[in-house]
């Protein structure tokens, strides 16, 4: 069983900056891939940023130049800072990865979400 645990999420004034994390566990095998997207009320969910293991970095339009993705291969993590945040970055962001556990096909799995609120 493969868990992604989000931390990080909270309020910030606008020009803010905030950093997430997200941390993998249980019986992995490979992450083909992990990253970030989220959500706002209304909206449909959104690529934040992720990363391919071996591979590129992608970014959403919607933060570039704003956010950058880091990853802990070795802690199976993730960490998103994001700066200049303004209030059209509040939404759920919820942790996604590609991952091989066990003798099973890659599988995608998403954590449970936190919230960030950026009040103007």
């Known amino acids: 069983q493969v868990q992604l645990v989000e931390s990080g999420g909270g309020l910030v004034q606008s020009g803010g900056s905030l950093g997430l994390s997200c941390v993998a566990s249980?019986?992995?095998?490979?992450?083909?891939?992990i990253g970030w997207y989220r959500q706002a009320p209304g909206k449909q969910r959104e690529l934040v940023a992720t990363?391919?293991?071996?591979?590129?970095?992608y970014y959403g339009d919607s933060v570039k130049g704003r956010v950058t993705l880091s990853r802990d291969n070795a802690k199976n993590m993730a960490y998103l800072q994001m700066n200049s945040l303004t209030p059209e970055d509040t939404a759920v962001y919820y942790c996604n990865a590609l991952i091989k556990s066990g003798n099973s096909r890659p599988d995608t799995y998403w954590g449970q979400g936190t919230q960030v609120t950026v009040s103007s």
């Open positions: 249980g019986s992995i095998l490979i992450i083909y891939s």
């Open positions: 990363s391919f293991t071996g591979g590129d970095t």
